[in-house]
């Protein structure tokens, strides 16, 4: 049997990774706002814990994968924060998408407690989590992401190294979900425009994902925005809306012009307005367009 692990936040993403770690033989002691949650993995493999502080004590790694930047703050440094309690030398895998800046701030505290903090945000929806099918960014100290290594693959297929610095694997996470971002709009365009001309979506979707756009994010989104298929919720709206502010909040800090950023920011922002904000965020693209085209 492998180590015990700390495990926070067993949201759509959180839950199957928790659940391929225990399938590759660690044990976790697991926190999530609502403790049902943890109902729902092999009780024989968890503790329960009713904070952060006590999920990330007495281990060598725990992991967060929390909504956004306040939430993983707050499990850090709140009243019952991890850093109260992770032990020396051991190290907090961060995995949630958040913004450089807060990544910086948090490495730099887990180096005055003589802790260390690794950033490895991932790319893939849930049910790729759910096949180990992910995708993680990593930046930090080299030491610490050898040996988070095994940890990592028991949840992916592949790991992308992007450096010592803690912020830098939280640009390229922001950078890629704005390419997503913009691949959605520019789909939901596409094919809207096809069906006012009376072409049928999923005929284009089918066609220019078997061959000019052969690539995941153009299938399998493309597959989506064409069947307007929102049923099942991988991804919340105001989810990618937090990752559309990041983007633009990252946009002005570099002086780096995205007009595209803009442009699918409004769209999230829209979208959140127009209370659709627990529905998929290819929803938010799929259905603002075909809403203004009258559709
Ligand atoms: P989710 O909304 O399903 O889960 C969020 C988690 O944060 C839950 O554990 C929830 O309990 C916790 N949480 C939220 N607000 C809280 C609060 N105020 N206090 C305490 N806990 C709180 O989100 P998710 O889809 O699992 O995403 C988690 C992270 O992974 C996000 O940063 C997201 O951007 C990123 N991500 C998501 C996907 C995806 O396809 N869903 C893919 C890659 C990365």
């Known amino acids: 049997m492998k180590e015990k692990i700390g495990f926070i936040g067993l949201g ?3 839950l199957p990774m928790a659940k391929n770690l225990i399938k590759a033989g ?6 999530n706002r609502r403790a049902v949650k943890a109902e729902e993995l092999d009780q024989t493999k968890i503790i329960v814990c009713q904070t952060p502080a006590e999920a990330a004590a007495n281990v060598q790694f725990v992991i967060s994968m929390l909504s956004e930047d306040a939430v993983l703050e707050e499990a850090v440094l709140g009243e019952n924060g991890l850093i109260k309690s992770i032990k020396k030398d051991a190290v907090h895998i961060s995995m949630s998408t958040v913004s450089p800046e807060t990544s910086i701030r948090l490495d730099e505290l887990h180096r005055q407690n003589s802790s260390h903090y690794l950033t490895a945000p991932v790319f893939g929806r849930p049910e790729a989590a759910a096949a180990q099918k992910l995708f993680v960014c990593v930046s930090g100290k080299t030491s610490v992401k050898e040996a988070s290594k095994p940890i990592l693959e028991a949840m992916s297929q592949g790991i992308f190294d992007f450096g010592e610095e803690a912020g830098k694997a939280n640009v390229v996470k922001i950078a890629g979900n704005f390419m997503i971002m913009a691949s959605m709009e520019m789909m939901a365009e596409a094919f809207t425009l096809g069906e006012k001309n009376g072409i049928d979506p999923q005929q284009m979707a089918d066609f ?5 756009f052969n690539a995941p994010i153009y299938q399998n989104y493309g597959k989506l925005i064409a069947e307007k298929s929102y049923e099942q919720v991988g991804f919340k709206a105001k989810l990618g809306y937090k990752d559309a502010r990041l983007a633009m909040a990252l946009s002005q800090k570099s002086e780096m012009p995205m007009p595209l950023a803009a442009a699918v920011h409004n769209r999230l922002l829209t ?11 290819a929803e938010g693209f799929g259905r603002g367009v075909t809403d203004d085209a009258g559709i």
Do not use: P
């Open 26 to 31: 660690y044990n976790l002691q697991v926190y």
């Open 12 to 14: 759509n993403m959180g």
């Open 271 to 281: 979208a959140v307005a127009k209370g659709w904000g627990d529905c998929d965020w």
């Open 208 to 212: 220019f994902g078997s061959t000019l």
